[in-house]
């Protein structure tokens, strides 16, 4: 084994292995443990993922490489988003067809970055909602819900956004503006199509009782659909825009019959390849100067009738994508009973909080009137939800909206997946998120390269490691288990790298040991992970391998390993009892030689301590020695 680590080339061997053996493809008729693990699909601009959504697809990808390792089979399905306002208006302004664009930003988006993110993503089951073959569906969606009495058009003031051009849903405005482009929102009255929300709000709000989700998610739910004295709040859903680039409301109008929908055989109505796609301002979509589009019959009295030319909301697309996933291969229903009934409804959903009352209520809404319809057999989609926590960039949210993107290519390329995948989970806790530091990458790539030599170099002995070092093992299992199970990856980290330590200051090298350090590292750092694992005699795939235990015997100290920062950047990690106080921590922490190097005699002004997750050492500026 050389005592060089090359992340090129491990990072390509390993990703062939597991395309070619399918490692990442469960048997989906078969799993006797069902665990369907889903994070929010993309939306592949050409700009391409930023870090924060790595942050958030990582951190996902965590819990289920966990939860694998306890014997679930577990399904992590990908796809895209792709339809709406962002690609056309980048259509515009470069003069690529988005029909043209789209697939190239999902071809980055899927071969340049998501299949190096070393998740655990079944390809084989990806779905783009710009497919006529799903967007046939969305149609069918859109169907039934009219024929439910829960679609319905009327003419009523909306949100405008000028620059635009088209409406926006309630969720889509933030302080008067529109979320995408920041202009200031006017109101116009058109005719719209709404679906019925308000039939559902009081259901909506009961059963947020009953999910396990992040509590600030659960309270913004609550506070867009009812008021501080328990009453509209809610408004029924604007899902109609007038734009291009999107699904086609699957309605006709006719003189005689009013709106019909197109039969089911009809579908999918297929969005024509309109050259002129710009908006003109008028509050008419662009299909609506297409005659050959707009000039149909109507499917009940065979008269002449008119095409509607709004198109569906991409919130439309996403209300009901993780149903499909499972039946992706099914063309000809939308979900199977039997793939829906195994997988689903989803066991754990991560993403990010902004889609707390878009996305998230809009999902709720659809699967419970599937329920009612005798569609699905639940009504709430997904069991347990957590929001990530926010990536900021000098104070501010990352996200290609206001700017704030920093592409993780170059740090991948540069420092390999598992440096940046460690770094990302060790900067700040998962579910709070907090300052970029990608300062963060050298160290994680230093750690690895020490775990990589120590193997290298060792000279493995199959004798049990000794008292001290197996007391220690049993509770670094402990913590990083407790830690993995409550999404506390930057504290797991730490312990991680205490017993790494421990292990290379051990006389002798156990292969125990390592094999136990391999296990619990996999999740965090997956490639580097399979290889050690192959190294140090194993085989198989250490995806497979068993979660390690603990006894309570062996682990008789109770701490809690927790990182510390100086100034904001994390630099090192310590051991204490749960709950211990700001001073006592302090004094541990500058008793170890990375927080004093980093604290380098300044005069500490300020500790931030958050039990058991954090301690922050905020420091002046230099004494001077006259």
């Given at each position: 084994m050389s005592d060089s680590y090359n992340h090129h080339e491990i990072e390509s061997k390993w990703r062939d292995v597991w395309e070619r053996e399918r490692t990442h493809s469960p048997d989906l008729s078969r799993a006797g443990r069902p665990y369907y693990n889903l994070m929010m699909f993309p939306y592949p601009s050409a700009e391409g993922l930023h870090v924060g959504n790595v942050f958030s697809y990582v951190g996902s990808d965590v819990h289920a490489r966990f939860i694998r390792a306890h014997g679930w089979d577990v399904f992590q399905p990908m796809g895209f988003d792709a339809f709406g306002v962002h690609s056309e208006n980048y259509a515009i302004k470069t003069g690529t067809h988005p029909a043209r664009q789209t697939p190239v930003n999902v071809a980055r988006f899927r071969e340049s970055q998501l299949k190096r993110l070393a998740c655990l993503f079944d390809w084989s089951h990806e779905v783009n909602t710009t497919a006529p073959g799903y967007y046939r569906w969305t149609q069918w969606l859109f169907i039934r819900l009219f024929e439910a009495g829960l679609v319905y058009r009327a003419e009523a003031p909306v949100n405008w956004c000028p620059s635009c051009r088209t409406v926006m849903a309630n969720a889509m405005v933030e302080s008067g503006c529109c979320e995408r482009c920041r202009t200031a929102i006017e109101t116009r009255t058109l005719p719209q199509w709404f679906a019925r929300t308000t039939a559902f709000a009081g259901r909506l709000v009961d059963n947020l009782a009953h999910l396990d989700w992040s509590p600030r998610t659960i309270a913004a739910q609550k506070n867009w659909i009812m008021d501080a004295d328990g009453g509209l709040r809610l408004r029924d859903w604007c899902i109609s825009r007038q734009r291009y680039w999107g699904t086609p409301i699957p309605m006709v109008h006719c003189n005689k019959c009013g709106a019909v929908p197109v039969d089911d055989a009809d579908l999918p109505v297929l969005l024509p390849d309109l050259q002129d796609f710009a908006p003109d301002g008028s509050g008419r979509s662009p299909l609506a100067r297409v005659s050959a589009f707009v000039e149909t019959t109507c499917p009940d009295c065979g008269g002449d009738a008119r095409r509607e030319t709004d198109v569906c909301s991409n919130f439309m697309c996403s209300a009901w994508y993780f149903l499909r996933y499972p039946s992706s291969d099914c063309d000809t229903a939308p979900f199977t009973a039997e793939a829906t009934g195994r997988w689903l409804p989803v066991a754990m959903y991560a993403g990010g909080n902004e889609h707390a009352v878009g996305h998230l209520l809009y999902a709720r809404f659809v699967t419970m009137a599937l329920h009612d319809m005798g569609l699905v057999p639940f009504e709430e989609p997904f069991q347990r939800y957590r929001a990530n926590g926010t990536i900021t960039q000098g104070g501010a949210k990352m996200s290609k909206s206001t700017g704030k993107v920093v592409n993780p290519e170059a740090y991948i390329d540069r420092y390999g997946i598992d440096a940046f995948r460690m770094a990302l989970?060790?900067?700040?806790?998962?579910?709070?998120?907090?300052?970029?530091?990608?300062?963060?990458?050298?160290g994680t790539r230093r750690f690895l390269d020490r775990v990589w030599r120590y193997v290298a170099t060792a000279e493995f002995a199959d004798a049990d490691p000794?008292?001290?070092?197996?007391?220690?093992?049993?509770?670094?299992?402990?913590?990083?288990?407790?830690?993995?199970?409550?999404?506390?990856?930057?504290?797991?980290?730490?312990?991680?790298?205490?017993?790494?330590?421990?292990?290379?200051?051990?006389?002798?090298?156990?292969?125990?040991?390592?094999?136990?350090?391999?296990?619990?590292?996999?999740?965090?750092?997956?490639?580097?992970?399979?290889?050690?694992?192959?190294?140090?005699?194993?085989?198989?795939?250490?995806?497979?391998?068993?979660?390690?235990?603990?006894?309570?015997?062996?682990?008789?100290?109770?701490?809690?390993?927790?990182?510390v920062q100086v100034n904001g950047n994390t630099v090192s990690g310590i051991c204490i009892p749960p709950a211990t106080d700001v001073e006592n921590a302090l004094v541990v922490a500058l008793a170890n030689d990375r927080v004093a190097q980093a604290v380098d005699g300044r005069p500490v002004i300020r500790v931030v301590h958050v039990p058991d997750r954090i301690l922050n050492i905020v420091t002046g500026a230099q004494a001077s020695d006259g």
């Open positions: 989970m060790f900067m700040c806790p998962y579910l709070e998120g907090g300052e970029l530091h990608l300062d963060c990458v050298v000794s008292a001290a070092l197996r007391s220690q093992i049993h509770r670094a299992v402990k913590s990083v288990t407790g830690d993995v199970e409550r999404f506390r990856y930057n504290t797991a980290i730490s312990a991680l790298m205490d017993l790494f330590r421990a292990i290379a200051a051990a006389p002798g090298a156990s292969r125990e040991s390592v094999r136990t350090l391999v296990t619990l590292l996999a999740p965090f750092a997956p490639v580097i992970s399979q290889e050690l694992w192959r190294r140090i005699g194993e085989t198989g795939q250490v995806c497979d391998a068993p979660w390690p235990t603990w006894e309570a015997g062996q682990a008789p100290a109770e701490t809690s390993a927790i990182p």
